[in-house]
């Protein structure tokens, strides 16, 4: 299958999806869109009341302020996908459950897997938790780590900032990095192209553990 097709089968089986308890209120699920052959993917962590109601992701005033993100790092929503970790609304924009993000994860992997970026750039703590065991956002945000033989970078999710101005300025400055990164992640693609094979592991105090992650010592 291409990767087209695989995106579109995700899309279908999510909008059906019985997995979890999530789907009893859903209006549209929202598998994610963008370009299907994007550098970078941006995972955050699960549809809004707006996004329930198109079936698309950050349109609401996190994605409003996504958009501005992106704008400053010199990119386009059309050249990125944009996605979730669980592909349903939780009622109220509560945080979703573990059963909800093991329900989603098949989703999430095939996804990642036929786009195949160079750059994952995880918005907030439970998107972050998909690759990392554990570590602090506060800690970690905008630095890079490998695992699974790409660039992970987790960042604060654009809501945070919206509830949190002082946030505003530090979100701004990690997107800024971007393109450096992203530069960064596509040469050492390049020149290893055994990468992926590679387990690579972390021991620092604030940082990921478990998940075969590595922080990068470029930035």
């Not at 209120?25 to 994007?38: L, M, Y």
């Not at 999430?108 to 195949?116: F, S």
């Not at 439970?126 to 990392?132: A, D, I, L, Y």
Request: glycine share 8%; hydrophobic share 35%.
């Amino acid at each position: 299958m291409t990767t087209e097709e695989i995106l579109k089968e995700v899309a279908q089986q999510t909008a059906g999806c019985t997995r979890c308890d999530l789907h009893y209120s859903r209006n549209k699920s929202v598998p994610g869109t963008g370009n299907p052959r994007a550098e970078i993917m941006f995972i955050g962590e699960g549809p809004g009341f707006h996004e329930n109601v198109q079936g698309l992701p950050f349109v609401g005033a996190a994605g409003q302020f996504l958009d501005e993100l992106l704008a400053d790092a010199g990119l386009k929503r059309e050249e990125v996908f944009i996605t979730n970790v669980v592909k349903c609304r939780p009622p109220g924009n509560r945080d979703p459950q573990a059963e909800e993000l093991d329900a989603c994860k098949p989703y999430l992997e095939r996804q990642i897997a036929a786009i195949n970026p160079d750059v994952i750039v995880t918005l907030g703590r439970f998107s972050m938790g998909h690759f990392f065991n554990n570590g602090k956002i506060s800690g970690i945000h905008g630095k890079p780590f490998w695992s699974g033989g790409r660039m992970i970078i987790p960042m604060y999710h654009p809501a945070a900032a919206l509830h949190q101005p002082s946030l505003r300025e530090v979100v701004k400055q990690d997107f800024a990095k971007l393109p450096e990164m992203v530069a960064r992640a596509q040469e050492t693609r390049r020149s290893n192209p055994d990468l992926a094979a590679l387990n690579n592991s972390l021991e620092e105090d604030n940082g990921p553990e478990d998940n075969n992650a590595e922080q990068l010592s470029l930035f």
